[in-house]
């Protein structure tokens, strides 16, 4: 079965900082990727998404996606935080043709917090 | 356009009580499914249709049961149930096949079972 690894469960940062998320899966093939974002007390947003084509995803509110094949990764990233990044993001996997073709499989989540 | 629609959005129950947790999109999507998130754990499946009528398990399917009799709804009964079924519960719901989308997700039934 597929499993998916984000590496940090808790990044901290100042506004203006850098971000990059780590997120790797296990099973390749066709797949599609996501990065959903959960601000607190809130349900889960899609931040963007991979289904085909270019690798450089770009999504809402400045973040962006590269699809690695090689290294079956699809790190999320964004120049410069703000404080109003602060939240839980998650990245998904799903498998795209298959007896599982629907199923999402998620990572732990990572969270993030940005000090102003 | 309302999207993907849960009730209640909070709820608490004694052990060995029974509930539903409702779950509507008015989408025409196909697939439909129940996570749970739990901290640190991320969301894990519970349970899954593809269609009307069509149901599977998921990754934690044990203590819960599902129906799908429409396309539009697909709720989730808890039997009997356990402290250990506190939880946060995300329906969610999506296109498959040549029109395959993203999945859509509910805001979040938060479940105490006390």
């Known amino acids: 079965a597929q499993s998916v690894s984000q590496h940090n469960h808790h990044v901290i940062l100042s506004e203006a900082a850098s971000l990059e998320l780590g997120c790797n899966y296990s099973?390749?093939?066709?797949?599609?990727l996501f990065w959903y974002v959960q601000y607190p007390g809130q349900h889960l947003q899609l931040l963007l998404k991979?289904?085909?084509?270019?690798?450089l995803v770009k999504g809402i509110k400045g973040f962006e996606a590269e699809f690695i094949k090689s290294k079956f990764s699809f790190n999320l990233r964004k120049p410069s935080v703000q404080w109003s990044d602060t939240a839980e993001y998650f990245c998904?996997?799903?498998?795209?043709?298959?007896?599982?073709?629907?199923?999402?499989?998620f990572g732990r989540g990572t969270q993030l917090t940005v000090w102003p | 356009n309302a999207g993907v629609t849960q009730t209640p959005k909070f709820q608490v129950l004694k052990t060995g009580q029974s509930m539903t947790l409702q779950c509507a999109q008015d989408?025409?999507?196909?697939?439909m499914s129940w996570y749970r998130q739990d901290p640190g754990m991320g969301l894990r499946l519970i349970h899954y249709?593809?269609?009307?009528?069509?149901?599977d398990q998921g990754e934690v399917p044990n203590g819960y049961n599902v129906s799908r009799s429409t396309t539009e709804d697909f709720p989730l009964r808890l039997l009997s149930a356990a402290p250990s079924q506190t939880s946060v519960y995300f329906c969610?719901?999506?296109?498959?096949?040549?029109?395959?989308?993203?999945?859509?997700f509910g805001q979040g039934t938060r479940l105490t079972v006390v």
């Open positions: 969610a719901s999506s296109f498959l096949g040549a029109r395959i989308t993203e999945a859509f």
């Open positions: 099973y390749g093939g066709t797949v599609n």
């Open positions: 991979y289904f085909s084509g270019d690798p």
């Open positions: 998904a996997v799903r498998q795209g043709r298959g007896s599982t073709l629907g199923r999402l499989y």
């Open positions: 989408m025409n999507h196909e697939y």
């Open positions: 249709s593809v269609g009307a009528g069509i149901t």
